[in-house]
């Protein structure tokens, strides 16, 4: 299979700020992962006021920085300029599932369950739901086609302490909580399920009205590589660009703190632009976006 041509330019970055009365250990997963659909052409990342930080490569290739919140103020700037792939996510890779037998070993922790994707408590609900239906790609995208159209997406109705065996009771949440819900019913079939979050920009896609946020999807193994499925949108779509990837949402956090900490102020951006006309560093400007129509223009 030729790499896809990475012909369009996606400006992604968060401003986070958060409140501390004390020091406050912190892990921030917010750069882009290397390799991929993806490259970064220009980042900055800046923390306020200056505080050290070591930066490690976490066990599922996660970029993560490891800090200390100060007293008082803390802010977190992060900007980048990713070139990306103008072809939308393909379903079509390759159709067939691989046996556990077959599986590389440091695959098969993607088949069982984990905090958030308690596949142990769907098994019965799955094979009445999907049983009949093939395995590999039909399965999936028969998965998919359920959480899409029997959960309602509430926008800021997430919670933290829920599992998807929850939203399926529920009947309703955010992006996380239906990736978590397509995970789980994967893995009781043994497809190998991981948790993705990065960006989305609206490429080929209106723009929703609603502010941009950080957005959770997940990706299957099949044919001997990772396909990408997206049970909050249910079709392809452009220029994702990945963070974090993990069991669920522990390994995809884009903040994990050890203690008290307020967040006072969570901005997120993630649109495509003309790199010859927008740097890191310029004001946040939406009126240079190239997306959030249904027409997809190259730039």
Same mark, same amino acid.
């Given at each position: 299979m030729n790499a896809s041509p990475l012909n369009m330019t996606v400006r992604i970055g968060c401003h986070i700020i958060y409140q501390t009365s004390q020091p406050t250990p912190i892990l921030l997963v917010l750069r882009p992962r290397l390799g991929g659909r993806q490259v970064v052409r220009q980042e900055r990342i800046s923390f306020s006021p200056y505080y =050290?930080?070591?930066?490690?490569?976490?066990?599922?290739? +996660?970029?993560?920085?490891?800090?200390?919140? /100060? =007293?008082? /103020?803390n802010i977190i700037h992060h900007d980048a300029l990713v070139a990306v792939s103008s072809e939308p996510d393909n379903y079509d890779q390759q159709s067939f599932p691989v046996s556990i037998g077959q599986l590389p070993p440091w695959i098969l922790r993607y088949t069982l369950p984990s905090?958030?994707?308690?596949?142990?408590? %769907?098994?019965? &609900?799955?094979?009445? /739901? &999907?049983?009949?239906? +093939?395995? $590999?790609?039909?399965?999936?995208?028969?998965?998919?086609?359920?959480? !899409?159209?029997? %959960?309602?997406?509430?926008?800021?109705? $997430?919670?933290?302490?829920?599992?998807?065996?929850?939203?399926? !009771?529920?009947?309703f949440g955010v992006c996380r909580d239906f990736a978590h819900v397509a995970i789980a019913l994967c893995r009781t079939f043994n497809l190998p399920a991981r948790y993705v979050v990065g960006h989305l920009p609206d490429i080929g896609y209106p723009d929703p009205g609603t502010p941009m946020d950080f957005h959770a999807y997940f990706e299957v193994y099949l044919g001997q590589t990772w396909c990408t499925f997206d049970a909050r949108y249910n079709i392809p779509r452009i220029g994702r660009v990945k963070v974090a990837q993990g069991l669920d949402a522990v390994d995809g956090a884009f903040s994990t703190i050890y203690g008290e900490a307020q967040m006072s102020w969570f901005e997120v951006w993630a649109y495509q632009v003309d790199p010859d006309r927008v740097s890191v560093g310029d004001p946040v400007d939406l009126s240079k976006r190239l997306d959030g129509t249904p027409t997809i223009r190259l730039g």
């Open positions: =050290p930080s070591d930066e490690y490569t976490d066990t599922h290739g +996660n970029i993560t920085y490891r800090s200390m919140l /100060q =007293p008082g /103020q905090r958030y994707c308690d596949s142990d408590k %769907l098994m019965d &609900f799955a094979w009445r /739901q &999907f049983g009949e239906i +093939n395995n $590999g790609v039909e399965r999936v995208l028969a998965i998919c086609n359920w959480v !899409h159209h029997n %959960l309602e997406y509430r926008f800021g109705s $997430g919670r933290a302490d829920i599992s998807a065996s929850e939203v399926i !009771h529920q009947r």
